[in-house]
Each structure stands twice: as structure tokens, then as C-alpha cells.
């Protein structure tokens, strides 16, 4: 059974750094046609996807974000970390992480947490 | 970036109806579409990749269509489990992104 599941600040204050993690079960990190995303949704809003991490370690950001997110894998612990410097109120967002599949040239987001609420306010 | 529209935004519907979702992409996309449902307060769940192939699980009342630019989602007999906010999300080109949602309620 496939699960994920985020953990990590429910408020942090404008200017601080937002760590969240994803603890992932039923499937491996180091799955090769596999991955993790973190997308977030703005209370009322549409998703936003955030970035992704591969078993080989590759990484993509969000064009918009890129210069404030981090994203690394701890395979041992099957934990995906998602750091966001200089959180704003705009960041405010409940904050999914999700399984990447790929079938042929085809990927998707299959499997996803049940999301957390992150409040950015002082 | 490639952006995704949905049309409409909303619209009430009834069960046993047959409805239908627009989502029109900016540039063309192929078939590298997938939409995905999510009620309040859950996760978004995977409904149908590749603009038509339904995820294993779904029910087959729900079929995709289009490539390209254009594409649609249809419920062929809504039922009452299936009032909620539909995206549709591109991976046709980094960064993937998402539609802005179409929500179906009860009318």
C-alpha cells in the first residue's frame, strides 16, 4: 500500500524558512521510474506545483520559486525535505507531496499525502 | 510556461446527468494531459492520463479526450460521489502546471 504523508510547521512567521518533510511507504526512493513532487494549494486556489526529486537524485523548481526552495531525499528514511527560505503570507497554503509515475513517455502524479496546512502570519 | 484554462469556472448539474469539461492548454501539448478530482478538504486523485487513459480504479463513466490544444473530461451519468473541483495539468514541458479548476455542484 502506497502512502505518503507531510509533516512539519503548522505557522511560521514572515521571513522565516519553512521545512517540511514527506515520509513515503510502499514504494522505494531509489525506484527508477519514480519520484516525488511537492505541490501547494492556496486556501480556495488552484495547485501549484513546487518541485520534484528523482532516484538519481535530479531536481526541478518551480521557475517562479527556484531561487527560495531546496529539495533533497533521504532514501535510507524514505523522506523527501522541502525547505522555502523567507516564507511570506502569500505562502500560505496547505502543502502536498505526491508520487511521480511514469508509464512510457507519460507521467503523472498517482499517489498524494493528505496535504498540511502551513500558515504564515506573525 | 504553459498556461492551462478550464471552462466553465462552475455549473450545477444533477445526477444522472451527462456533463463535460473544457480545458484548453496555450501552446500545443500533445497528449501529455491528465485530470485529477479532489473534494473538499482531500488530496487531489488521479483520474485519467495521457488526455485518455483512465487510471486503474476509476470508473469508466469518466473518459478524456483531445490533443493538442483542446481537450475534455466527460461524466457520462454523474453520480452523487462525483460533485467536485476537477483540474486538468500538462506535463508536456517543465514546469507542469495546472488548470484553475472547474467545480461541479449539486443543482
Known amino acids: 500500500q502506497v502512502t505518503l504523508k507531510e509533516s512539519g510547521p503548522v505557522l511560521v512567521k514572515p521571513t522565516e524558512t519553512l521545512t517540511l518533510t514527506c515520509t513515503v511507504s510502499g514504494f522505494s526512493l531509489s525506484n527508477a521510474r519514480m519520484g516525488v513532487s511537492w505541490i501547494r494549494q492556496p486556501p480556495g486556489k488552484a495547485l501549484e506545483w513546487l518541485a520534484h526529486i528523482f532516484s538519481n537524485d535530479e531536481k526541478s523548481y518551480s521557475t517562479s520559486l527556484k531561487s527560495r526552495l531546496t529539495i533533497s531525499k533521504d532514501t535510507s528514511k524514505s523522506q523527501v525535505v522541502l525547505t522555502m527560505t523567507n516564507m511570506d503570507p502569500v505562502d500560505t497554503a496547505t502543502y502536498y507531496c505526491?508520487?511521480?509515475?511514469?508509464?512510457?513517455?507519460?507521467?503523472?502524479?498517482?499517489?498524494w499525502g493528505q496535504g498540511t496546512l502551513v500558515t504564515v502570519s506573525s | 510556461a504553459i498556461r492551462m484554462t478550464q471552462s466553465p469556472s462552475s455549473f450545477s448539474a444533477s445526477t444522472g446527468d451527462r456533463v463535460t469539461i473544457t480545458c484548453r492548454a496555450s501552446q500545443g501539448i500533445s497528449s501529455y494531459l491528465a485530470w485529477y478530482q479532489q473534494k473538499p478538504g482531500k488530496a487531489p486523485k488521479l483520474l485519467i492520463y495521457a488526455a485518455s487513459t483512465l487510471q486503474s480504479g476509476v470508473p469508466s463513466r469518466f473518459s478524456g479526450s483531445g490533443s493538442g490544444t483542446d481537450f475534455t473530461l466527460t461524466i457520462s451519468c454523474l453520480q452523487s460521489e462525483d460533485f467536485a473541483t476537477y483540474y486538468c495539468?500538462?506535463?508536456?514541458?517543465?514546469?507542469?502546471?495546472f488548470g484553475p479548476g472547474t467545480k461541479v455542484d449539486i443543482k
Open positions: 495539468q500538462q506535463y508536456y514541458s517543465y514546469p507542469p502546471t
Open positions: 505526491a508520487r511521480i509515475s511514469f508509464r512510457g513517455y507519460d507521467w503523472f502524479f498517482d499517489y
